[in-house]
């Protein structure tokens, strides 16, 4: 069976950075697109970053130009110039559209001075 991790979280001040790792226990990041979520508490779950199987990245508005996802052997996401509303559990997802998805447990982050 597949099962993602996260790991990489913590607490930091606002303009810190964090870089989060999401790695597996199978072998699906070669082939398959990857893409991390967060969620602050009492929120929806919100889409951050996308990299495909191709290696098209996209991210959600509000982290272009901070947030960098990469992919060398796990997924990453970089994470720089940290705000308070940058404060959620992310998760890493896994997933082909229409086919399947696997997601991680997710990692608490929090930004606060």
């Known amino acids: 069976q597949v099962q993602l991790q996260e790991s990489g979280g913590g607490s930091v001040q606002p303009g810190g950075s964090l870089r989060l790792a999401c790695t597996t226990s199978?072998?699906?990041?070669?082939?398959?697109?990857v893409s991390w979520y967060r969620q602050a508490s009492g929120k929806e779950r919100e889409w951050v970053a996308t990299i495909t199987a191709i290696g098209l990245i996209d991210y959600t508005d509000s982290v272009k130009g901070r947030f960098t996802i990469s992919k060398s052997g796990a997924i990453y996401l970089q994470m720089n110039d940290l705000k308070p509303e940058d404060t959620a559990v992310y998760y890493c997802k896994a997933w082909k559209l229409g086919h399947w998805s696997y997601w991680g447990q997710g990692t608490q982050v929090t930004v606060s001075s």
């Open positions: 199978g072998s699906i990041f070669d082939a398959s697109d």
